[in-house]
């Protein structure tokens, strides 16, 4: 079955950095968008960035010139690479696997806070 397996959150000091990894299994990962999707308390699910097979990118207004998703697909993991983060990136984020630019399976999230 598809699994997504998110890791990398933690706690971060305002301007600090950290990067997100989505272990990806049970389908051919190399074929697929994904995309991360992030929840902030007591918020909303907010699409973050979309990565396809090619390889082409978008990103949230929020998150531009700070955030870099990327995959492997030789090891079927995506990546987020945070920079410059700021309090309200504080959520839980979550990859998902997208079908027809929709999202079919969610990862269970990893939190990231950021404070000082």
């Known amino acids: 079955e598809v699994q997504l397996v998110e890791s990398g959150g933690g706690l971060v000091q305002p301007g600090g950095s950290l990067r997100l990894s989505c272990a990806a299994s049970?389908?051919?990962?190399?074929?697929?968008?994904m995309s991360w999707i992030r929840q902030a308390p007591g918020k909303g699910l907010e699409w973050v960035s979309f990565i396809n097979s090619v390889a082409d990118t978008n990103y949230a207004d929020s998150v531009k010139g700070r955030f870099t998703i990327s995959k492997d697909n030789a090891k079927n993991t995506l990546y987020l690479q945070m920079n410059s983060l700021k309090p309200e990136d504080t959520a839980v984020y979550y990859c998902?696997?997208?079908?027809?630019?929709?999202?079919?399976?969610w990862g269970q999230g990893t939190q990231v806070t950021v404070s000082s």
């Open positions: 049970g389908f051919t990962f190399s074929t697929y968008a």
């Open positions: 998902a696997k997208l079908l027809y630019w929709e999202p079919d399976y």
